[in-house]
């Protein structure tokens, strides 16, 4: 099985989600780091602390899709783990996602129970919509001693450590690429667990599989730019997969989403719709050739 990390100068973090990787039981782990541009001081540590892990550097940063890409191109295993450089998982996570993906062959793709860094809250068991029309974590900042502990089918994973069985990632790659390198970073794989539910695949969330997430490591630098990235994806994540006559339905909440999120970036959020809605046309064409777009918003529900 491949485990494929996307990294740019994830320093300490990194190596701490290397670590948990190579201390994974049950499964046979092939690790490769793609590394966009980070300091090569940073690559010379690989090397010499994590030898097994093979790493393919590029002098620039292609985002986390472009990477993402890069390494499930070179891999060619069935099953493909996406673990964020940020992440640390526990010795059994992988074990128990192959064995959710092995039980049921209608899984696209499985992930754990991602908690915060700490342990104490959850960070994501998935993601599902709201009325706004975002794509929000499952249980985020709940509990972590309250989350349930039977597996239950969730509207799409998180690529921060997420299991992908490579016949479903086949079937809707465009191209070489199964995310769309346009995305960059963020609503990369809401965009990809869309498209895999619109081909009729699904997901679970097996909460027995634990994870820890620092989170947003490498966007926390830019955070404009985070900003930025998360309400353009949002908007050609839902022009690509939701039929045009829900999205006009639901168009005033829509927008107060793209409003609130300005006001949580500060006074710098505030010339972010400016600079989104003018291309809003612009993206809808783009997105207008989509077939067999969903016409609700995904629910989780029980497994079964």
Same mark, same amino acid.
């Given at each position: 099985?491949?485990a494929i990390v996307?990294?740019?100068?994830? /320093?300490?973090a990194?190596?701490?989600?290397?670590?948990?990787?190579?201390r994974q039981?049950?499964?046979?782990l092939?690790?490769?780091?793609?590394?966009?541009g980070?300091?090569?001081?940073?690559r010379?540590?690989?090397?010499r602390e994590?030898?097994?892990?093979?790493?393919?550097?590029?002098?620039r940063?292609?985002?986390f899709?472009?990477?993402?890409?890069?390494g499930?191109?070179?891999?060619r295993?069935?099953?493909?783990?996406l673990?964020?450089?940020?992440?640390?998982l526990?010795?059994?996570?992988v074990?128990r996602?192959?064995?959710?993906l092995?039980?049921?062959?209608?899984?696209?793709?499985?992930?754990?129970l991602?908690?915060?860094?700490d342990?104490?809250r959850?960070d994501?068991a998935?993601?599902?919509?709201?009325?706004? /029309?975002e794509?929000?974590p499952?249980?985020h900042?709940?509990?972590?001693?309250?989350a349930p502990?039977a597996?239950f089918?969730?509207p799409?994973?998180?690529?921060?450590a997420?299991?992908?069985?490579?016949e479903?990632?086949? &079937?809707?790659a465009?191209?070489a690429?199964?995310?769309?390198?346009?995305?960059?970073a963020?609503?990369?794989?809401?965009?990809?667990?869309?498209?895999l539910?619109?081909? /009729?695949?699904?997901?679970?969330?097996d909460?027995? &599989?634990v &994870?820890r997430?620092?989170g947003?490591?490498?966007?926390?630098r830019?955070?404009f730019?985070? &900003?930025?990235?998360?309400?353009?994806?949002r908007?050609?994540a839902?022009?690509?997969?939701?039929?045009?006559?829900l999205?006009?339905?639901?168009?005033?909440?829509?927008?107060?989403a793209?409003?609130?999120?300005a006001?949580?970036?500060g006074?710098?959020?505030?010339?972010?719709?400016?600079?989104?809605w003018?291309?809003?046309?612009?993206?809808?064409?783009?997105?207008?050739?989509?077939?067999?777009?969903?016409?609700?918003?995904p629910?989780?529900a029980p497994?079964g």
């Amino acid at each position: 099985m491949d485990a494929i990390v996307v990294n740019r100068d994830g /320093g300490g973090a990194l190596f701490r989600a290397l670590a948990s990787l190579e201390r994974q039981e049950g499964v046979a782990l092939s690790v490769v780091v793609i590394d966009n541009g980070s300091d090569p001081a940073e690559r010379d540590r690989i090397a010499r602390e994590v030898p097994a892990a093979r790493v393919i550097g590029f002098s620039r940063n292609l985002g986390f899709a472009g990477g993402a890409n890069e390494g499930i191109a070179r891999t060619r295993s069935a099953g493909v783990l996406l673990v964020n450089n940020d992440a640390v998982l526990e010795p059994d996570y992988v074990a128990r996602l192959a064995a959710r993906l092995e039980l049921d062959g209608r899984l696209a793709a499985a992930q754990g129970l991602v908690l915060s860094g700490d342990g104490r809250r959850v960070d994501s068991a998935g993601f599902e919509w709201n009325g706004r /029309g975002e794509a929000v974590p499952v249980l985020h900042g709940e509990d972590a001693a309250s989350a349930p502990r039977a597996p239950f089918e969730v509207p799409g994973v998180s690529a921060t450590a997420a299991l992908y069985r490579r016949e479903a990632l086949e &079937a809707v790659a465009r191209g070489a690429s199964v995310f769309d390198d346009a995305f960059f970073a963020y609503y990369e794989d809401v965009d990809l667990s869309l498209r895999l539910a619109r081909a /009729g695949w699904r997901f679970v969330c097996d909460p027995g &599989a634990v &994870a820890r997430h620092e989170g947003s490591r490498t966007g926390r630098r830019t955070p404009f730019r985070r &900003a930025m990235w998360t309400a353009r994806n949002r908007w050609r994540a839902l022009f690509r997969n939701f039929e045009p006559r829900l999205l006009a339905r639901r168009f005033p909440a829509l927008l107060r989403a793209d409003l609130a999120h300005a006001r949580a970036a500060g006074i710098g959020g505030l010339a972010l719709p400016f600079l989104v809605w003018p291309r809003l046309p612009w993206i809808a064409w783009r997105s207008a050739g989509e077939t067999k777009r969903l016409d609700a918003w995904p629910r989780r529900a029980p497994l079964g």
